[in-house]
């Protein structure tokens, strides 16, 4: 096996380059940084055309761009995206009144925004109707995608594991063809069931994009090329590496290129995984791609061992070799894994108080306890059960440290498996934009007002003790689940005496804004802030905000 060694590290750095190649470099979630008209412009003719700026590109979903007059019926447009613009040219003959544009974008992080702008040609319309377009809601999609996501990491990582098992662990082992024949089945089914979940998650992507919710998942607009590239081409890897694998598997044969096409399979979600909002993407792609090559090797070892061992509990010597090869190789997977996550984790979260106030940094925080007790089990196997099967006394003496190896390896699978499924729903909670926690807010003082029977307003100053603070909006059910809106809310401060007017808002995350506001003067402050539900909805609630 060590003399392959360095033909695997070439392997490796050819799949690097492949997989840097297809990952497109992304930013967090793109936001709209102006329009044209203005939103709430009076125009005295049709503008002809509407431009809007985002800050990153941007990719426009099928009917990402409609118009509507004031009786809510539908306006000819055509749409248009290049780069962070999206146009939409209108009819030049428009007729005075008011008019909503919505749009609808898919950030380069694959996540979607949407928004709205009305303008009014002469005068504002007396009435505006609702315009007649069904509501955007994800619904539950998010939640399956995430199980389907777990899914696939565990039965992805499992094949090509299995594989990598095989064609280097196993070598110069006798290994019985009943127990090969095992973990060949295996392989092939979990090779199966990967498959399949990167290709459910490929409409799921495209529903979730358009916000249809799962309803939309047969709809064929959710398969447009241009919304699924990159779950295409994950699915594209991991039915050509696996499938390759599995049927290799069954002639007990393994060439460089058969160890190629795996890896790329392996390292398919680092395409469209949360590394690519963060620079330098290149590093943080190559060090997610590691991540999961160590996690597959560590995995389909563990599985491996668990499936022969009790065969090789006759053959000792057999044993000890096996468990000797695949324990020196953890050493090397426990750096790796420990590195590489240390390093995405970090680069993800960015502060030790995310950790605990995010979804993202509680599941993170979840990820490393079972990856530390995985980490345990891991050295209790090689410091105390793995010498009992090389020194043990006797034949009965080496055959009962065996089957304690494979019960102990058994159980790392096991919580490795858990740690796969935590990591699935972490791909689909991006970091960012959640409520304060209960600590957070006994300390900065939160006050909340209702907007509406379903929307409650949520507003938080900083915990400095000045008069130039941050103060943080956020929209949110009833249930506290931060809202993505139509657009930023209107945010205004006054007191009995001093207007501040509109203040200007920044989004930070779904449902969430900040804003930096020097107060004049200390006391109590009314927070206005009016609600964008939708293009014509915008219920309003006061806060009274106290100002220390």
């Known amino acids: 096996m060590t003399r392959r060694v360095p033909a695997l590290l070439a392997v490796l750095l050819a799949a690097a380059f492949a997989v840097v190649g297809w990952a497109a470099p992304a930013s967090a979630h793109a936001t709209l940084v102006s329009s044209d008209p203005a939103e709430g412009a009076v125009l005295t003719q049709s503008p002809g055309q509407v431009t809007f700026t985002f800050d990153e590109p941007v990719q426009l979903v099928p009917g990402g761009l409609l118009a509507f007059d004031a009786r809510g019926e539908q306006v000819d ?7 962070v613009l999206v146009k939409g040219d209108v009819p030049d003959t428009l007729g005075d009144g008011t ?30 109707e609702a315009p007649k377009i069904a509501p955007s809601d994800p619904g539950a999609v998010p939640t399956v995608q995430a199980i389907v996501h777990g899914t696939n990491y565990v039965a992805l990582l499992l094949a090509g594991g299995l594989a990598i098992f095989l064609a280097w662990s196993v070598r110069g082992v006798r290994l019985d063809g009943v127990v090969r024949r095992r973990v060949v089945r295996l392989l092939r089914v979990s090779a199966l069931v990967a498959v399949l979940t990167a290709a459910l998650a490929v409409p799921l992507a495209g529903a979730y994009q358009l916000g249809s919710g799962l309803g939309g998942v047969l709809d ?21 590496g696996l499938g390759v694998a599995a049927w290799v598997a069954g002639l007990q044969r393994s060439s460089l290129v058969v160890d190629l096409v795996t890896l790329l399979a392996i390292w398919s979600p680092a395409l469209v995984g949360h590394t690519r909002a963060y620079e330098p993407t290149a590093l943080l792609v190559v060090t997610d791609a590691l991540h999961l090559t160590a996690g597959a090797v560590w995995l389909g070892g563990l599985v491996g061992l668990a499936l022969t061992l009790r065969a090789l509990s006759g053959r000792p010597r057999d044993a000890a070799l096996l468990i000797a090869r695949f324990s020196t190789v953890a050493g090397g997977l426990l750096a790796a894994v420990a590195l590489t996550g240390t390093l995405l984790g970090w680069r993800i979260v960015g502060s030790w108080s995310r950790l605990v106030e995010e979804t993202y940094g509680r599941l993170l925080l979840v990820k490393v306890v079972l990856v530390l007790v995985v980490v345990a089990l891991a050295a209790y196997n090689r410091f105390r059960l793995v010498p009992k099967v090389a020194d043990g006394i006797g034949h009965d003496g080496r055959r009962r440290g065996v089957e304690l190896v494979r019960r102990t390896v058994a159980a790392e699978a096991a919580v490795l498996v858990a740690v796969l499924g935590v ?8 970091p960012g934009g959640e409520a304060p926690s209960q600590q957070a807010t006994a300390e900065t003082g939160v006050v909340t007002g209702v907007a509406t029977d379903e929307i409650k307003v949520l507003a938080v100053l900083d915990s400095g003790t000045g008069l130039q603070r941050q103060l943080i909006v956020q929209v949110q059910d009833l249930a506290g689940e931060p809202l993505d809106l139509y657009a930023a809310p209107a945010v205004a401060l006054s007191t009995d005496t001093i207007d501040l007017g509109e203040i200007p808002v920044v989004p930070s995350g779904a449902g969430t804004y900040t804003a930096d506001v020097v107060f004049p003067v200390a006391g109590t402050w009314q927070l206005q802030v009016s609600v964008r539900v939708d293009e014509f909805t915008s219920p309003v609630t006061v806060i009274d905000l106290p100002v220390g």
């Open 423 to 430: 990591t699935g729903f972490l791909t689909q909670k991006p």
């Open 99 to 128: 008019y909503v544009i919505t749009w609808r974008v898919v950030s380069s992080d694959g996540h979607p925004i949407a928004g709205s702008l009305t303008f009014h040609i002469g005068a504002p319309s007396l009435k505006v």
């Open 220 to 240: 064929l607009d959710v398969l447009d090329p241009a919304l699924v590239q990159d779950d295409l081409q994950v699915l594209a890897l991991q039915l050509a």
């Open 77 to 83: 447009v055509e749409a248009s995206a290049s780069g």
